[in-house]
C-alpha cells in the first residue's frame, strides 16, 4: 500500500512537471529554438531545417504529455469564457466574409496561439514548481540572447538601432529576475536582473522597461499584504535608490551614454531621457484618437472582435493588407472597440476583479508571485503596446487568475 502510494505521488509530481514545461514554452520557446538551432548551426547546417523541427517536435512532445492533466482540469467557467471569444471571433468574421484572409490570419493567432493558453495556465497547481521552472526559463532567454549576440554574431545593435521584438523577449527574463530578487538578494539574482535589464536599454524601446517599473510596483504592494517586513525593508531600499538616481539622474544618463556608445548599442532611450521625448508617442496619439472616434460611431456592440484593425488601417491610409499591424495600443480601449461600452464595459470589469482577487485576496504566495510575473509580461505591455488577442501571455496570465479566482471563492479540494 505504502510502495502504491509512493508511486501516485511520484506521478503526480512527473505530471506537474510537465504542465510548468508546457506553461514555460509562452515566454522561452522562442528563445529555445534560437539558442538549440544556433549551437548545432555552429558545427554543420541541417537539411530541410531538420534541427528547427526537431525542438518543435520535443515542444510538442512535451504539450501531448501533459495534455490529459490539462483537459481533465479544465471547468465551467474556462470553457464558458473561451467559448464567448470564440463566438465573438466567429460572429465578426460571418458579418465581414469578404475580408476572409485577413480574418483567416487574425483568426490563426487568436484560436490557435493565443487562447488555448487560457487552459494550459489553468491546469497549474503547484506554483512553487512554476516558478522554478520560471527561474529557470529566465536564464534560458538570457543565455540565448547573449549567444545570439556574441556567438551566432547576430546583428542587433547600432547607435539609433530599435529591436522592439527582441527587448519584449527579454522582457520575462527581467521580470522573474526582479522576482528572484525579492525572494533572495543574492548576487547571481541581481547580476542577472541588472545584465537583463541593460540589455534591454541597448534595444532603444521604451515600452518594455515601463513594464518592468510597473511590474516593481505591483510587486511591491502584493509583497507588502503578504509580508510587511519584508515590503518596509524593501521600501527603504527602493527610496533609497530613487534618491540617488534623482540626485544624479543626469550623471548616470551622461555615463550609459557614454558606454552604450562605445559599445556600439543604442542609445536611443538614453536620448530620448536626456531630451525629455521619452512619453511622447504620435503614432500612438494618432492611433487612440482615430480609436475614439470608431467607438463614438459605435458605441453600444462596437466594431466586432478583429475589425477595428480593418477600420483603423482605413483611417491611417494603409491597405488591408497592413490591416493586422494596426490596433488601439489599450487593452481597455480595444475591448470597448470589440464589443461595445456595455458588453465590454462588463468583460473589462470581470477582468479587474479576476485580477484583483487573484493577487489581493489570495493566500498562496506562490500562487500570487507567478500571477504578478505574467501581470507584468502579459497586462503591463498591452496598456499602450500590442493587442490582447494576439498576446499568449495574455491569455496565460486570465487562465491563472480564472484559477485563482475560483479556488479564493470557492476553496477547491
Known sequence: MELTNERVIDIKIKTEVLVCLTVCLVIAASSTVALFNGMVRMFLTPPLKLDTLFIYGVFIFIVILSLESILTRSSLVLYTVTTFFIISYLFTFLLNSHYSEYFFNIGFSFLVQSVPWLLVTYAVRDYKLLKKYLYISAFVILVSHIASLFLFRRDLFGEQSYQQ??????????????????????FLNIASSIITIFYMVSMGARGPLVCVVLYILLKHVATYRLNTKKAIYSSVLLALLGFCIYIFFYDILAGLLFLLEKLNFSTR???LLIEGYFFQDTARVRLFKYSLDILKANPLLGVGLGKDRILLAGKIGSGISEAIGWYPHNIFLEISLHFGIFIGGAVILFLLRVIYISIFRNTDKYAVDSVCIFMGIGFFPLLFSGSYITSPEFFALIGFCLYQYRKVKKPVR
Open 269 to 271: 532611450i538614453i536620448k
Open 165 to 186: 521584438y527582441y527587448t519584449y523577449v527579454l522582457l520575462p527574463a527581467a521580470v522573474i529576475f526582479i522576482d528572484a530578487v525579492y525572494e533572495k538578494k543574492s
